[in-house]
Every structure is written in C-alpha cells, then in structure tokens.
C-alpha cells in the first residue's frame, strides 16, 4: 500500500490515540480473551489520564500510520527509565504497534517498524526489544522474519489474566 505517513502524535490528537489504541486492541485480542478481562484492561490502560501520562513522558514517543489522512495504525516507542522491563539506556522498546484489522497485510506494520528502526538507529541503540503474547503468532512471526529472537519472558496481566509473553530483541549494527 503506497502513501502510508508517519507522523509524530501530538498533544491535540490524544483523543484520537485512544481511539485507534482501543479499537486495535479489542480487534486483536478480544477474540481469545473474556469480555470481563478486556473491559478491564482497556479501561485501565487506555483511559486518556493513562494516555495523557504516557505522552507527557519525555522518554516515550507516539506516531500515528496515516492513509490518506485516515490514522490507521501507531506506534509507542519507550527510551531509558520508560522502557516496561528493561531500563537500559543503550536499547529502545517498541511497547506497541498496532494497526486496523482491514490494513492487516497490507505493509502497514513494517513501515511502523521501521520507523522504530529508524528512530532506534538515530539514538545509537544497541537494540531495539519488545514483548509479544505467547499465543499471537503472527506478530512472532513478523518479528522473526524481522531477525527478532527471543530472550525471555514474562507476565503480562490483561485484567484478571495472566498472560506469557515472549521477549524479543533485535541487536542493531553501529556505525
């Protein structure tokens, strides 16, 4: 799909990352989770306080994927004390990529990524990491076929459940 833009979320538009952050998650996830647990977690997660404290953070970036004008995916990246398991001054976590379930297939999460690559690239990371549900394989495989490999794990709680989630990182070649 051609003339996808990144753009840099601003403090207007927070209203907006809700939404998108909401509706990418429910389409991903609410399948294969109760409607209690996701009620739970979306609330908590994507209330605009939470967003609102997640922005102002200046170790933390969003960007929206933009198709003509319409935002149809975002990307979080965490740099230093805002990264969510590690806080390693020399790695960049990409905390979330999600896009609309009609743009699935369609490039829109590799060009996510590589503005995580870029920005990751720009820093000096010597890596970029990130967690991924145990039970979502294509976004393993994404990262896979991205030269992600797996080094840990951990809990994640998606409201009352306690999910797995794989740890991946991807060492980045300095310059």
């Known amino acids: 799909m051609d003339n996808i833009r990144i753009e840099k979320v601003t403090q207007a538009e927070l209203e907006e990352l809700q939404t998108i952050a909401?509706?990418?998650?429910?389409?991903?996830?609410?399948?294969?989770?109760?409607?209690?647990?996701?009620?739970?977690?979306?609330?908590?997660s994507f209330s605009l306080e939470k967003l609102t404290s997640e922005f102002n953070n200046?170790?933390?970036?969003?960007?929206?994927?933009?198709?003509?004008?319409?935002?149809?995916?975002?990307?979080?990246l965490n740099f230093g004390s805002a990264q969510t398991d590690l806080t390693d001054a020399n790695a960049v976590e990409i905390e979330r990529i999600y896009v609309l379930q009609a743009y699935h297939g369609?490039?829109?999460?590799?060009?996510?990524?590589?503005k995580?690559?870029?920005?990751?690239?720009?820093?000096?990371?010597?890596?970029?990491?990130?967690?991924?549900?145990?039970?979502?394989?294509?976004?393993?495989?994404?990262y896979k076929k991205n030269g992600f490999v797996a080094f840990d794990k951990h809990i994640f709680k998606l409201g009352n459940d306690e999910q797995t989630d794989i740890l991946m990182r991807l060492k980045l070649k300095i310059d």
């Open 22 to 44: 909401v509706q990418t998650f429910h389409e991903t996830f609410a399948e294969r989770n109760t409607e209690e647990d996701m009620k739970m977690y979306l609330s908590e």
């Open 58 to 76: 200046a170790a933390s970036e969003f960007y929206f994927a933009r198709h003509n004008k319409k935002t149809i995916g975002y990307l979080k």
């Open 106 to 114: 369609k490039k829109v999460g590799q060009v996510l990524y590589d």
């Open 116 to 142: 995580a690559l870029e920005i990751a690239r720009q820093r000096k990371a010597e890596y970029l990491w990130l967690g991924v549900w145990e039970e979502n394989p294509r976004a393993i495989a994404f």
